[in-house]
């Protein structure tokens, strides 16, 4: 073997080690062999010099079972690294910074008032979050920076291509952030930011979360609704970007025109805002946030409240239907629900019961639909474990940090 495919091996295994170090959270050496399938020697070589290079620490030993020697766990240390996650939704700005173990450092969140059209002013917010969530990391440097969008992305450098729940059109979100952000505009000159959708990263942490199913159908609704497809632990983007752009299925034909142009789109029968302002929920969500208001429009279902129920029904029936045609398209093996509606699963998942078809003359059984386990935090934890994988994969140049 040349020295170059001997390097190559070797940089192969180290970023192998770390990587499955990372998603087991700590693991012993043979634990680690086991997981790799490399040798119990090459792993210890490899751990050695993980060690060295400030990217791996021995914790604590643990007692084997029966009359083995106890075993020395090892977790990802880099305590001197952060990644700082910034969030932006329909109500709010959000920074967080976390070491690559996994440890939250610190966490701002402000609202912008949601000002349809303008992204200027959100920007604003957005900037500012990220530098508190930076004046708290204590002389760390922050080794990459993702901006979570609820909106598709694309191109080259990365824009938002269109954000129906705050009335964007393209923005160059990066960029507007940079000019407001000197310590930003340092990263994304350097490649170390990046822009991301929020159901691209959130459905791949939720697919791990249900234990990598074959396929999954992912579907989200907070400020609009949007989802993923995931097959074999990615996420299906599509040609241009825009695969599972499910808020903008036309589901009623010659229906009420949507901002993207077309009639009929799912999210203008079943968004929040429109089963909001249905329930007689808008003031509350003007005042205190979508988050707060959909909460209280859950309560109110689950109280039987009679407005609320007769709205949701009539949504959650457009949402069945949307629903079946992925179903019938993808054949996933589950379906994950998010946002508000987690608490509703059950529900949706028996008028998706409802209306399916009969195929050689016996009816189809729908996958299951199970509410989000990650909850308002699966973007967030989705982007972090990205963050952690990409610099993962090059553990040499991580450690020149």
């Known amino acids: 073997m040349s020295p170059l495919a001997s390097a190559d091996v070797r940089r192969h295994n180290l970023a192998l080690v770390a990587g499955r170090l990372s998603e087991l959270g700590a693991?012993?050496?043979?634990?680690?062999?086991?997981?790799?399938?490399?040798?119990?020697?090459?792993?210890?070589?490899?751990?050695?010099?993980?060690?060295?290079?400030?990217?791996?620490?021995?914790t604590e030993q643990v007692a084997a079972e029966g009359k083995g020697r106890p075993r020395t766990m090892l977790e990802l240390s880099a305590d001197h690294l952060a990644i700082v996650t910034v969030l932006i939704d329909a109500d709010t700005a959000s920074a967080v910074a976390s070491t690559l173990g996994g440890r939250r450092i610190a966490r701002v969140e402000r609202r912008h008032g949601r000002p349809m059209g303008e992204p200027d002013p959100v920007l604003d917010v957005a900037a500012a979050v990220f530098d508190a969530v930076v004046a708290e990391l204590g002389g760390r440097e922050i080794a990459e920076a993702s901006v979570v969008v609820w909106a598709p992305v694309g191109g080259e450098p990365p824009v938002v291509l269109a954000d129906t729940d705050l009335g964007w059109g393209v923005v160059d979100v990066l960029a507007m952030l940079g000019s407001r952000s000197p310590a930003f505009a340092a990263l994304a000159c350097d490649g170390r930011a990046r822009l991301v959708a929020d159901t691209e990263v959130a459905s791949v942490a939720e697919h791990a979360a249900a234990g990598r199913p074959p396929q999954l159908v992912y579907l989200k609704s907070d400020s609009g609704i949007g989802g993923a497809i995931v097959v074999d632990g990615t996420a299906v983007e599509g040609a241009r970007h825009l695969a599972a752009a499910l808020?903008?299925?036309?589901?009623?034909?010659?229906?009420?025109?949507?901002?993207?142009?077309?009639?009929?789109?799912?999210?203008?029968?079943?968004?929040?805002?429109?089963?909001?302002?249905?329930?007689?929920?808008?003031?509350?969500?003007?005042?205190?946030?979508?988050?707060?208001?959909?909460?209280?429009?859950?309560?109110?279902?689950?109280?039987?409240?009679?407005?609320?129920?007769?709205?949701?029904?009539?949504?959650?029936?457009?949402?069945?239907?949307?629903?079946?045609?992925?179903?019938?398209?993808?054949?996933?093996?589950?379906?994950?629900?998010?946002?508000?509606?987690?608490?509703?699963?059950?529900?949706?998942?028996?008028?998706?019961?409802?209306?399916?078809?009969?195929?050689?003359?016996?009816?189809?059984?729908?996958?299951?639909?199970?509410?989000?386990?990650?909850?308002?935090?699966?973007?967030?934890?989705?982007?972090?474990?990205?963050?952690?994988?990409?610099?993962?994969?090059?553990?040499?140049?991580?450690?020149?940090?």
């Open 247 to 401: 808020g903008h299925l036309p589901v009623v034909p010659g229906g009420e025109r949507c901002a993207c142009g077309q009639h009929g789109c799912l999210v203008t029968v079943a968004g929040p805002d429109v089963l909001l302002a249905q329930a007689g929920l808008t003031p509350l969500a003007r005042e205190a946030g979508l988050t707060v208001a959909l909460d209280e429009f859950v309560r109110r279902i689950g109280s039987g409240e009679i407005v609320a129920t007769r709205v949701w029904g009539t949504a959650s029936a457009e949402l069945a239907r949307a629903l079946q045609i992925l179903i019938l398209t993808v054949d996933p093996t589950v379906v994950i629900v998010g946002g508000y509606l987690a608490a509703l699963a059950g529900e949706l998942e028996t008028v998706l019961r409802g209306i399916q078809p009969s195929i050689g003359g016996a009816t189809l059984v729908p996958p299951p639909v199970r509410g989000s386990l990650l909850g308002r935090d699966a973007a967030l934890i989705g982007a972090e474990r990205a963050a952690v994988a990409r610099l993962l994969a090059d553990p040499a140049a991580l450690a020149r940090h």
């Open 27 to 58: 693991a012993s050496r043979s634990e680690l062999a086991d997981a790799t399938g490399l040798t119990r020697g090459s792993v210890t070589a490899l751990v050695r010099q993980l060690e060295l290079d400030g990217l791996v620490r021995e």
